[in-house]
């Protein structure tokens, strides 16, 4: 059996190894034998299994077996593989020398392993070794979004819009740091305990964010948001009953007549979906600059230039704000400028923009309501430090913004587009809105989905005359009080 890959060392079965954890020689002692074998935790019996949820298997008698083998067959292996050779070799041999050593290793501790089993064991050891061991079949299942992990033993994941508790197969909190390690070392980033939090952009366009110990105190806390290449657009967010088709016609005149937008809204309400659902309607003749901190927007238009926030290094310098970036931007001489989420002070730099000639710019801003909205940007003009009165805040930011578009996740999951504003202008010191389109709440059915209904308000937009000017006509029913959308 020994040196039986050209790529391996010394490899053999040894079944002393099998029992210790992390590699280390079995311990001599029987008190200290015994405290690691408690260790491994077993997976929790009703949790899905991430390997399982990729293939639809919710395991068998079988099941508990396997995943014990292969939790002692990895252990092995990543010890004592010479892994710089092994990935030198190209994918198709890696997988036949897998499948060859792992077969072999079945038959030789009687495990009744069949075909699927087989090569599901020779993917996930490969996935250990080339990839990111168990969450690259999570990664790689376009039914999850999110992935989100409190140390080894506590992880959910979002499936199909729900977020729910499973199991990911790490051995312990040693294997979930390694491939932290390896996520971050790909992106060119360090993580370790004098520089415990890192966030970054994974190759394939997903966010990562890991905060391991001291900060984290249950062990490494790692959030992934995976890029998702199939964006939603407007007419699928009809589809989900987020708004209906006479607001998003709406919605799609006043982008595309350069209507300055803010799309308002809490964590994971859908913000950077509607922004790029939204930008399909902006015209192509018309050059965007986006500005983001981990670039997600996929814009339908040629003409874009995309940036993207650098954080300090090591040495604590380098850093590249989303304020350097929109001043930057401002020379580019785009027609638009994009801010995936406006968070600080280059709101003073955005409205600026807005104001000054990049009419129909867009952002999204974290806030519950559209008057939140407002107020946020208010203090994030104070932050930048400028010597303005409240009046010149206010009145700077009521010229540059037309509609807020907020966002709401209702508490059965369900992402609405809730409210949907004016902006017209001031009265004395306080910035006047109207809104245009409600969401109304009636009731809940027996499974807890919250049942209701979008209407007008009654108000006619005044960007309806300016919509008139470039000849587009909205029926005007859209906007009588009660209206039914
Ligand atoms: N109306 C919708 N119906 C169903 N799923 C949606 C809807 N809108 C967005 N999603 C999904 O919800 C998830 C979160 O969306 P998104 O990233 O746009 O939210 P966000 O508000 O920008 O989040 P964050 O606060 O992290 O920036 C994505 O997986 C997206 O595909
Ligand atoms: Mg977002």
């Not at 009953?241 to 309400?269: D, W, Y």
Request: proline letters at 5%; one cysteine or more.
């Amino acid at each position: 059996m020994n040196n039986r890959f050209s790529a391996l060392q010394n490899f053999s079965f040894d079944d002393e190894l099998f029992d210790s954890q992390d590699g280390a020689p079995a311990a001599a002692h029987p008190a200290q034998a015994a405290e690691p074998s408690e260790k491994p935790a077993p997976a929790p019996k009703p949790l899905p299994d991430a390997a399982a949820l990729s293939t639809g298997n919710e395991g068998n008698g079988n099941q508990k077996k396997i995943l014990e083998a292969k939790s002692k067959l990895h252990r092995k292996m990543l010890d004592e593989f010479n892994l710089a050779a092994l990935e030198q070799l190209p994918r198709d041999q890696l997988i036949a020398e897998i499948r060859k050593f792992v077969s072999d290793y079945a038959s030789e501790q009687r495990l009744a392993f069949n075909n699927n089993e087989l090569d599901e064991f020779v993917g996930t050891v490969v996935d250990e070794l080339t990839g990111l061991g168990p969450l690259e079949p999570m990664m790689r299942n376009p039914d999850i979004s999110d992935i989100l992990i409190n140390g080894p033993d506590n992880c959910y994941a979002e499936i199909k819009g729900v977020l729910q508790r499973v199991h990911i197969p790490f051995q312990d909190e040693a294997h979930l740091l390694r491939i932290i390690n390896k996520i971050v070392a790909a992106v060119g980033r360090r993580i370790d305990e004098s520089n415990p939090m890192c966030d970054a952009r994974m190759s394939d366009g997903s966010r990562f964010n890991a905060a391991i110990r001291p900060i984290a105190i249950d062990g490494p806390l790692v959030s992934i948001r995976k890029f998702s290449k199939n964006k939603l657009s407007l007419g699928k967010l009809v589809e989900f009953n987020a708004l209906t088709r006479p607001m998003a016609e709406v919605l799609q005149h006043a982008v595309h007549s350069r209507m300055t937008t803010i799309i308002s809204g809490g964590t994971g309400t859908g913000k950077t979906t509607m922004l790029n659902a939204l930008s399909a309607f902006i015209s192509e003749k018309e050059r965007i600059i986006t500005i983001e901190d981990a670039a997600e927007l996929a814009l339908h238009i040629p003409h874009v230039g995309r940036m993207e926030t650098r954080p300090a290094n090591n040495e604590g310098s380098g850093e590249i704000k989303q304020r350097d970036l929109v001043k930057n931007a401002l020379r580019m001489r785009p027609d638009r400028v994009i801010l995936g989420e406006v968070r600080g002070e280059e709101a003073f730099d955005m409205l600026q923009a807005m104001n000054t000639g990049h009419e129909g710019s867009m952002a999204t801003i974290h806030s519950n309501t559209p008057r939140d909205a407002i107020s946020r940007l208010e203090q994030m003009l104070g932050m930048t430090g400028m010597p303005m009165t409240v009046h010149s805040i206010r009145s700077q930011i009521s010229s540059a913004i037309n509609l807020i578009v907020q966002l709401t996740r209702l508490s059965d999951g369900q992402r609405k587009i809730t409210s949907i504003a004016e902006v017209t202008g001031m009265e004395g010191d306080v910035i006047q809105m109207q809104e245009i389109f409600k969401f109304c709440r009636t009731g809940l059915t027996d499974e807890g989905k919250i049942v209701g209904h979008f209407e007008a308000t009654g108000v006619r937009p005044r960007f309806l005359e300016h919509l008139i000017a470039m000849g587009i006509e909205l029926p005007g029913e859209f906007f009588e009080p009660g209206h039914r959308l």
